[in-house]
Every structure is written in structure tokens, then in C-alpha cells.
């Protein structure tokens, strides 16, 4: 993948990212700026999701630990455990959000 395919879908993820915290109806604030995206909880804790543009990376900080992404075939695997990133960012954001919430790209 070329720099300019991954800037492509990288922001593509991160839209995708902001409607799906948008139609979940839980209240979690989020700012997206520049290729970082923040999730911001009741309980102030944050979710730090941005771009690595020189590692063709999505890069994930959580109040628990941080992941790394990398995009193969059109998914976004952890390169650590290969979780998938929805699954991943589900789990995350319901820890932090204190609810059971299912994210996904429409």
C-alpha cells in the first residue's frame, strides 16, 4: 500500500470511528483533529485512536494499554493478538464507558 492509499482508508477509518460513536446514542464526546481522534467518557477517561502515517499504522491508546493496527485485505488487525479493530475498539469503549456498546463501520 502507497502513502496515499493508506491516508485514504486510515480516514476513512476515523469517520467511520466518529459515526459509529454518534449512532451508538451513549454519551461520549469525541474530537478529531489532524489524524488523532479522541474519545473523551463521563468518567473523563480517554480513548486516543491516530494515525501513524510513516508505519501505515492505526495506533490505539486506551486507559488499560495501547495497540497498533495494521490493514490487510480491507481489515484492520492488532499486531500483537490479530484481534480485529471493531471488535477490539467494542470492547475498549464499553470498559470505558461503563455499557455494553457494539461499534462497527456502516
Known amino acids: ?14 469517520l467511520a470511528i466518529e459515526e459509529a460513536i454518534e449512532d451508538s446514542g451513549v454519551d461520549i464526546d469525541y ?3 489532524g489524524g488523532l481522534l479522541t474519545l473523551t467518557f463521563k468518567n473523563s477517561s480517554k ?9 501505515h499504522e492505526i ?6 494499554n495501547g495497540h497498533h493496527f495494521v490493514c490487510n485485505n480491507d481489515i484492520w488487525t492488532d ?5 480485529e479493530f ?12 461503563e455499557t455494553e456498546l457494539t461499534l462497527s463501520a456502516q
Do not use: C
Request: aromatic share 10%; proline share 2%; net charge negative.
Open 47 to 55: 480513548v486516543i485512536i491516530n494515525k501513524q502515517a510513516p508505519l
Open 59 to 64: 495506533w490505539v491508546a486506551t486507559k488499560f
Open 79 to 83: 499486531k500483537r493478538s490479530g484481534e
Open 86 to 97: 471493531w471488535q477490539f475498539l467494542s470492547n475498549a469503549v464499553s470498559t470505558q464507558a
Open 31 to 33: 474530537e478529531g483533529v
Open 1 to 14: 500500500m502507497n502513502d496515499s492509499q493508506y491516508n485514504l482508508i486510515a480516514d476513512e477509518l476515523l
